[in-house]
């Protein structure tokens, strides 16, 4: 495939890492100081998770599929500090960060790891399938690009209900080739639905680099002119920009009614999971290179440092408390009991999880 | 109470139910301007208006999933499939996201939709728009399944339907749409899960869901009047609840089972039928378990060969007599 003439990537992305451009920008001038150490702290919080993360899994505690968010912070971080009471959000299998945002708490979080009863979906769904509805997170879907139709289905509720709210669903680069997704920006435009589809680009598709799977007019963001939609790209190592431009689009959504499409271009610093070796696709160098110029919470850190919010004391002091918080989430994920075999037939339906006069079923559902 | 047809019963169930909860929406192809591809939802896009009867573009993932994410915020999406054949392309949103999500999410969410269209061979279309997917489906846990035979059934089943908090999937049928029967014209609803005796008999029970039941039935007329045995047909109505009493019920009066649906016969709902009986009745058996299934083929085109492949009554009737030898 020929590769594009002009690759529309974020302007800021072209030139060495330093301070914010996006600084200034209202939403985030408008921003107390103990607004911007909270963001700080969140971001802090995500990584030290995440990194405590690969320790319980070397030690085979955690099963099946763990994907790491380590090196994407900003973007869940920049995104969800701007949502309000009707927002939503829905995003793929990489959903530690989105769920530490809006407010699940380490232990439920880690505990849903190691598939204890405490977990956040009582050991039911494990690394890939987080949900906090009463947080308006509605998951955690392990099937790529299949939450993209999902979410537009938040967005029409949102609108449907006449409620001044948006649905931001999330995706990697390697969702822009599901159909479903194509499905799904097709009803989001074609309705004018509420409706932000996040693409958190971070190169590569599993094992596979962008080059090597996807054809595009410049940047997958653009693909957004053939549904008449706005889009947009972002650089995401900078939790400013990702501000500045998603509340954008949030205000297109709350006001207008109208999707958009961003692009967020981040780097994961850790195969695509933990059963990836990470070894045939990419360079170490290439890895090394992100980790030392482009790292979004150093990046972050550096800021509030020269906005002389941060002091290197307390920003010691946040990391050693996410760090302590992490370490004592693995504590309780490693105590807590496991589910009942009682408990493997339960949350199958609501209707015999509930059941009363009104039950509409009768009969047998559980089959021996 | 009034005699109408399967696909009146089926419309009065959605108009009622549309004036009884605003969160319910209509949503599908051709199912508001063009009136239904099969006329079910005529005349309620003019009744209720482009916000509660929605014209969806033809992306099965797209509109399933979104009506599947809509009612995890507590709207009441029914979604109308052309035919359940096009729920192939939907597969992942149908299977993985509405019959998963309660459970991976420890009870957290549910998905009150409810995707209703036909699933039925004998129409002459070829293999690819004459699935009939209940077993296919029923067979995952989350989720709920029914196939209405009469139009008392389509209707009370739907009602039902929309008013349950979990997934359900109401198959029906285009040869049925213009049977007419007896539907009561106060609210009622036929619970899921409650099989219904259609016919009272001593000597066979006839074991059958969907259009398979009218077959039956006939069946069942030839079996009396020119082979004088009596014929009880037990209707399942719903798959998945699964009415076991009332199968075992039958069984133990009978004591001989045929099983009929119009599904291929490997992994069909009467396998899993088939086990029931033998599993909780098999002392009360006087013969052996007969099936009368569809021919095991994809479907065929020609119109003649079709209505062979599947069941018929003179293949009824013959399996029937196999049962009683």
Redesign the interface.
Known sequence: MAKPAVLTHPESLKRPAGPSEYAKDPVNASMSKAEKIALYTKMARIRHFEQRCIRIYQQGKIGGFLHLYVGQEAVAAGTISLLGKHDHIITGYRDHGHGLMVGMGMNECMAELTGRVTGCSQGKGGSMHYFAPDKNYWGGHGIVGGQAPLGTGLAYAVKYMGLKGSCLAYMGDGAVNQGAVHEAYNLAALWDLPMIFVIENNGYSMGTSQERSTAHPGCLAKRAEGYGMAWDVINGHDVYEVRAKTAIALKRAHEESKPTVLEIFTYRYFGHSMADPDKTYRDKDEIKEYRDKKDPVLLFEQELLREKILTPELSQEINDAAMAEADKAAVFADESPDPTLADVTKHIYWEEDNRGPDTTSRGTIIFE | MAVITYREALRAAMREELKRDDKV?LMGEEVAQFNGAYKVTEGLLKEFGP?RVVD??I?E???????????????RPVMELMFWSFSYVAF??IV??AGN??????????C?IVIRGPANGGTNVGATHSHTPEAILASH??I?VVCPATPYDAKGLLK??I????PVYVMENTILYNDKGEVPDEDY?V?????DVKREGADLTIVAHGRAVITSLKAAEVLEKEHGVSVEVVDLR?I??????TILASVRKTHRALLVEENKPFCGVDA?VAYLIQ?KAFDELDAPIHRVSSIDAPQIYCKRLEDQQLPDVNRVVREALKVLA
Do not use: C, H, W
């Open positions: 929406v916000k969806t573009p992306s993932a797209g509109f399933i999933g979104l009506g599947i994410g809509a009612s995890m915020l507590g709207i992942d949103q993985n996201n999500i309660r459970y991976m999410s420890g009870g957290l969410i549910n009150p846990p989350g709920k039902a339907a008013r349950d908090n979990d609803i619970p899921l899960g409650v099989a719903s998945r609840p699964l009415d076991e009493e899993q599993s």
